[in-house]
């Protein structure tokens, strides 16, 4: 059956939204104008910086200006996808009131370093969007467990929860979340003044068999138990955050090598990991695209390991390795070619020996970090690709 005009053009339109082309045919006829109106407010970013910037403050400024309409749009209805990040703290109680009746159809909410709201809000988000599959309330210390626990009974199609860094949340919380929202695929519930326990790991891992990514930074109350629930339970993880969870051991890291489809792990700050540790995880799980090992303070060893195991490595961190040398970061960035950030920093020993070794094999690299860096001279930078981020790079002056 032949289409109507109007499907035909919202079916190619869709393909020139995938692109970020279809601004132009708003301004071609009236119904162009419709059929790509509806396409183009279906998302809707604001995403902004700690230091904001004219343009994100006039963003925001015509986007409150539209929440304050008498009349709405008929577009408004469209809305699926609504993001507004960092450090914007207008985002109050009544903001979120007035999105809840501008935008009735909203399946995609990420709010992430927003923290002018509180529970009041994230209750009345729970009951105007049953239909809510992902919320991000990163960093958001407003919230407690009152809202967690009407959330999670009122968004049970809830796919991506992250709650890291929030308020008082506890394990009433995450015990409401594994028994209401069984289609969960990532949970973040680190930091902040969580209470978090083994026990609620092991009620997340009894109704929520589809989890591929977990978020535990700073979980500290965390022990090897979690490790082996988590393993058990999810043999197919494809991400996982356990960084300052400092009552987990090497023993119960180990058994992450069983996850060996795992490809983000991040592991910074625990002090006791060792080589020995790095390379069983590193030889088991050789899909690891980005690896956090900040604080390790890992040696040649795992760093050769590395190499010789994640050919696909795109993130590597390894500040403060103050014993890593010029021997395995020239062996890393020969076999890892596909690095786009590698961090050095406080890799003290590290000299223009390695610095060539990664102008002349990582193609691909955006950001390399050398703060205290200090063997490392002026002139070796200058093979590096220009327009490279480098950050914390200076040199020493001499002595006079």
């Given at each position: 059956?032949?289409?109507?005009?109007?499907e035909?053009?919202?079916k190619?339109?869709?393909?020139?939204a995938?692109?970020?082309?279809l601004?132009?045919?708003?301004f071609?006829?009236?119904?162009?104008?419709m059929c790509?109106g509806?396409i183009?407010?279906?998302?809707?970013?604001?995403?902004?910086?700690?230091?904001?910037?004219?343009k994100?403050e006039i963003?925001?400024?015509?986007?409150m200006?539209f929440?304050?309409?008498?009349?709405?749009?008929v577009?408004?209805?469209?809305?699926r996808?609504?993001?507004?990040r960092?450090y914007?703290?207008?985002?109050?109680n009544k903001?979120?009131?007035?999105?809840?009746?501008?935008?009735?159809?909203?399946i995609?909410?990420?709010?992430?370093?927003?923290?002018?709201f509180?529970?009041?809000a994230?209750?009345?988000?729970?009951?105007?969007?049953?239909?809510?599959i992902?919320?991000n309330?990163?960093?958001?210390?407003?919230?407690?467990?009152?809202?967690i626990i009407?959330?999670?009974?009122?968004?049970?199609?809830?796919q991506?929860?992250?709650?890291?860094?929030g308020?008082?949340?506890?394990?009433?919380?995450?015990?409401?979340?594994?028994?209401?929202c069984?289609?969960?695929?990532?949970?973040?519930?680190?930091?902040g003044?969580?209470?978090i326990?083994?026990?609620?790991?092991?009620?997340i891992?009894?109704?929520n068999?589809?989890?591929q990514?977990l978020?535990?930074?700073?979980?500290?109350k965390?022990?090897?138990?979690?490790?082996?629930?988590?393993?058990?339970?999810?043999?197919?993880?494809?991400?996982l955050?356990?960084?300052d969870?400092?009552?987990?051991s090497n023993?119960g890291i180990?058994?992450?090598?069983?996850?060996?489809n795992?490809?983000?792990?991040a592991?910074?700050?625990?002090?006791?990991?060792?080589?020995?540790?790095?390379?069983?995880?590193?030889?088991?799980?050789?899909?690891?695209r980005?690896?956090?090992?900040?604080?390790?303070c890992?040696?040649?060893?795992?760093v050769?390991?590395?190499a010789?195991?994640?050919?696909?490595?795109?993130?590597?961190?390894?500040?403060?390795?103050?014993?890593?040398?010029?021997k395995s970061i020239?062996?890393?960035?020969k076999?890892c070619?596909?690095?786009?950030?590698?961090e050095l920093g406080f890799?003290?020993?590290i000299?223009?020996i390695?610095?060539?070794?990664?102008?002349h094999?990582l193609?691909d690299?955006?950001?390399?970090?050398?703060?205290y860096?200090?063997?490392?001279?002026k002139?070796?930078?200058?093979?590096?690709?220009p327009?490279?981020?480098?950050?914390?790079?200076y040199?020493?002056p001499?002595?006079?």
């Amino acid at each position: 059956m032949a289409l109507a005009l109007p499907e035909l053009l919202t079916k190619i339109f869709n393909f020139l939204a995938e692109d970020k082309a279809l601004y132009p045919a708003l301004f071609v006829s009236r119904l162009w104008s419709m059929c790509s109106g509806s396409i183009l407010w279906r998302n809707i970013e604001l995403i902004g910086s700690r230091n904001f910037g004219e343009k994100y403050e006039i963003q925001l400024k015509k986007f409150m200006g539209f929440l304050d309409r008498n009349t709405k749009p008929v577009y408004a209805s469209s809305v699926r996808y609504l993001k507004i990040r960092h450090y914007y703290h207008e985002l109050s109680n009544k903001v979120i009131k007035k999105i809840i009746e501008s935008f009735p159809n909203i399946i995609h909410l990420d709010f992430k370093r927003c923290s002018g709201f509180n529970d009041r809000a994230l209750i009345k988000i729970s009951r105007a969007y049953p239909n809510l599959i992902y919320l991000n309330v990163f960093n958001n210390g407003n919230l407690t467990d009152n809202s967690i626990i009407e959330l999670a009974r009122g968004c049970p199609k809830l796919q991506n929860l992250e709650i890291s860094w929030g308020g008082d949340i506890t394990d009433r919380s995450i015990y409401e979340i594994a028994r209401s929202c069984h289609g969960l695929r990532h949970l973040g519930i680190s930091g902040g003044k969580n209470c978090i326990t083994d026990k609620s790991i092991r009620e997340i891992t009894r109704f929520n068999p589809n989890i591929q990514s977990l978020n535990f930074n700073y979980c500290k109350k965390l022990t090897d138990s979690t490790i082996y629930t988590l393993v058990g339970s999810y043999p197919d993880l494809r991400k996982l955050n356990l960084s300052d969870c400092e009552e987990i051991s090497n023993i119960g890291i180990r058994q992450i090598a069983r996850c060996h489809n795992l490809e983000h792990l991040a592991l910074n700050s625990l002090e006791f990991l060792n080589d020995e540790t790095i390379c069983i995880i590193v030889q088991s799980c050789p899909n690891i695209r980005y690896l956090n090992l900040e604080f390790c303070c890992v040696t040649d060893t795992a760093v050769e390991a590395i190499a010789q195991s994640c050919r696909n490595m795109e993130y590597l961190n390894l500040y403060g390795s103050e014993s890593i040398t010029d021997k395995s970061i020239s062996k890393l960035v020969k076999m890892c070619s596909k690095i786009r950030d590698l961090e050095l920093g406080f890799c003290e020993l590290i000299t223009d020996i390695a610095i060539k070794d990664i102008a002349h094999n990582l193609s691909d690299l955006k950001y390399l970090g050398l703060k205290y860096c200090i063997k490392i001279s002026k002139e070796a930078l200058d093979i590096l690709n220009p327009d490279l981020d480098i950050s914390g790079y200076y040199t020493i002056p001499s002595a006079l």
